[in-house]
C-alpha cells in the first residue's frame, strides 16, 4: 500500500500511512497547525511592538526589523526550504523547521537587548521557510487528487487565514495579560508538541532523494528574492528613487535573471526544475497568488489600520472586529473544498474575484462616520468569502499534475508567489495610501485592490478549462 492511498483510506478508516503510526485526520491536523503557527508569527508581534521597544530600547529603524527580518528570511529562503523537502524527505524538513523555530522563539523570548530580538526573528523566518513548503508538500502527497485532496487544502487554507486574523487579537491578549516575552515563548510547548507528533506521524525518508544540492541556484534565487524584497520593503520609506531601493531591487532582478539562467544550462539538479513551469496550472496559477498576495494584505492588514486610525478602535478591538471575516473564511474555504472536485478551478476564482469587487468597492465608501456594520462588517464578509473561494484553489490549481518527487518545490515557488505579492502589494498599497489624506487614503487602497481583483479574474482564463485538465502529472 503506497503512502498516498494510506491516508486516503485514513480519510476514512483512521488507517496510518505506510511507515507511520499516525491516521490520516492527525497528518492533516499536523500540517494545519504549523501553517497556523507560521502565520500567526507574521502578525502576533505587532501588537506587541510598543512594548517591545519600551523594554529594549530599540531604534525607530532597528524596530522594524523586528517584522522585516521574519518576513525576509521566510519570502526568501522558502524555495530552498521547498527543495529541502524533496531531497531529504518532509518529516525530516518539517521537524527540523520546527525545532529551529521553537528554539528562535525561546531566545525571542528571553532576549535582553535588540540585536538578540532581530537575530531570533530572522531564524524564526528561516524555520518558517523549512515549515512552510513541507506542509504544502505533506498534503500533496499524502492525499489523493480529487475530493480527499481539496478538502485537505481547505483546512490547510483556513488555518493560515485564521492564523493571520488571530494575530492581533492573541498578541494582543498575551501582551496584555502578561507579557510581551510570550508572544515568544507560547511557541516553544506547541512547537516541542508537533515536533513529537510529526516524528510519529509522517511516514521516514521514503521521499527523500540523495541528490546533490544546487548550491549556486540556491544562493542566487535565495539572495535574488531577498534583495528585490528588501528594495520594496523599504519603498515607502525611502521613496522609489532612492538609492536604498533602486540598488537592492536592481539586484535582485538580476539574481533572479541568473538564478533562471543556472537552472536552464548549468545546474545538473535544478532547484527550481524549469520544466514545471510547462505546466499550465503551475505558471498561471502563481501568478494569481502574486495578485492574490496584493488583495489579502488590502484585506487583512489595511483594515486592522482603518479600524484604529481612522474609527479609533483599539489593537484588541480591531483584531476582534475582523474576527466575523476570519469565521466566514474558514466556512467557505471548506465549502470551496468540496465544490472544488465537481466545478473546477475557474468557476470558483471568478465567484472569488466578484466577491472582491463587490467587497472592496462597497468597503471604499467607507470614512470615520461610518458604522461597523454596514461599513466595515457588510464588506469585508464578502472579501472574506472571495478569500475562502479562490486561496485554497488555487493552491490546488498551482500544485496539482506534478509529481510526489517535487512536490515540496512547487509548494514552496507557490507560497513564495503569494508572499512575494504580499510584499509588493504592501509597498504598492502603503504608497497610494500615504499620498492622499487619511480616509481618502484607504479608499485609494481598496479600489487598488479592487483592481488587483479584477486582474486575477482575467488571469484565471489561462488556466485550462476542463476540470480534469490539472491533474495528469509532469513526465521528466
Not at 544562493?219 to 536604498?244: E, Q
Not at 473564511?329 to 473546477?344: K, M, N, Y
Request: hydrophobic share 55%; glycine share 14%.
Amino acid at each position: 500500500m503506497t503512502a498516498k492511498n494510506a491516508v486516503t483510506r485514513g480519510g476514512a478508516t483512521g488507517t496510518p500511512p505506510a511507515g507511520a503510526t499516525g491516521p490520516a485526520w492527525l497528518v492533516l491536523a499536523l500540517a494545519c497547525a504549523c501553517q497556523f503557527m507560521v502565520i500567526l508569527d507574521s502578525s502576533i508581534v505587532n501588537v506587541a511592538l510598543p512594548s517591545v521597544d519600551r523594554d529594549l530600547g530599540f531604534s525607530p529603524a532597528g524596530l522594524a526589523w523586528v517584522v522585516n527580518g521574519y518576513l525576509l528570511a521566510f519570502a526568501g529562503l522558502m524555495l530552498l526550504g521547498g527543495r529541502a523537502a524533496d531531497l531529504f524527505g518532509h518529516r525530516r524538513t518539517l521537524s527540523s523547521g520546527l525545532l529551529l523555530f521553537s528554539a528562535s522563539s525561546l531566545v525571542g523570548g528571553l532576549a535582553t537587548v535588540p540585536a538578540a530580538l532581530v537575530a531570533a526573528r530572522v531564524a524564526q523566518g528561516m524555520g518558517a521557510a523549512l515549515l512552510a513548503p513541507a506542509t504544502l508538500a505533506v498534503i500533496n502527497t499524502g492525499f489523493a487528487a480529487g475530493r480527499e485532496r481539496a478538502r485537505a487544502f481547505g483546512a490547510w487554507s483556513a488555518a493560515g487565514g485564521v492564523g493571520g486574523t488571530a494575530g492581533a487579537v492573541a498578541g494582543g491578549a498575551l501582551t496584555t495579560g502578561l507579557s510581551w516575552r510570550w508572544v515568544f515563548l507560547i511557541n516553544v510547548p506547541i512547537g516541542a508538541v508537533l515536533v513529537a507528533v510529526a516524528l510519529t506521524t509522517l511516514p521516514g525518508s521514503r521521499t527523500g532523494r540523495r541528490e546533490p544540492l544546487d548550491l549556486a541556484g540556491a544562493a542566487t534565487g535565495t539572495a535574488g528574492l531577498a534583495a528585490l524584497i528588501y528594495g520594496v520593503m523599504h519603498g515607502t520609506d525611502h521613496g522609489w528613487t532612492s538609492p536604498a531601493v533602486i540598488a537592492p531591487a536592481a539586484a535582485g532582478l538580476l539574481l533572479l535573471a541568473a538564478f533562471v539562467l543556472v537552472e536552464a544550462r548549468f545546474a545538473a539538479r535544478p532547484m527550481m526544475p524549469l520544466r514545471l513551469l510547462r505546466v499550465r496550472g503551475v505558471a498561471a496559477g502563481n501568478g494569481m497568488l502574486l495578485l492574490f498576495g496584493g488583495i489579502a494584505i488590502a484585506m487583512w492588514y489595511f483594515t486592522s489600520l482603518f479600524l484604529q486610525d481612522v474609527l479609533g478602535y483599539g489593537a484588541l478591538q480591531a483584531g476582534l472586529g475582523q474576527t466575523p471575516a476570519a469565521v466566514t473564511f474558514v466556512v467557505t474555504a471548506r465549502r470551496a473544498a468540496g465544490l472544488l472536485p465537481r466545478t473546477g478551478v475557474r468557476p470558483l476564482i471568478l465567484s472569488g474575484c466578484a466577491s472582491f469587487l463587490a467587497g472592496f468597492g462597497w468597503l471604499s465608501q467607507a470614512d470615520a462616520g461610518s458604522a461597523y456594520v454596514t461599513g466595515i462588517l457588510g464588506p469585508t464578509l464578502l472579501i472574506a468569502v472571495g478569500i475562502g473561494l479562490t486561496f485554497p484553489t488555487l493552491m490546488a490549481a498551482t500544485t496539482a499534475g506534478v509529481p510526489e518527487a517535487d512536490a515540496g518545490t512547487i509548494g514552496g515557488l507557490a507560497q513564495t508567489a503569494s508572499q512575494v505579492g504580499g510584499s509588493v502589494g504592501l509597498a504598492v498599497l502603503t504608497t497610494a495610501a500615504g499620498t492622499a489624506t487619511r480616509a481618502a487614503g484607504y479608499e485609494r487602497v481598496f479600489l487598488i485592490a479592487a483592481g488587483f481583483a479584477l486582474a486575477l479574474a482575467l488571469t484565471s482564463l489561462l488556466l485550462p478549462r476542463r476540470r480534469d485538465a490539472l491533474v495528469p502529472e509532469v513526465s521528466g
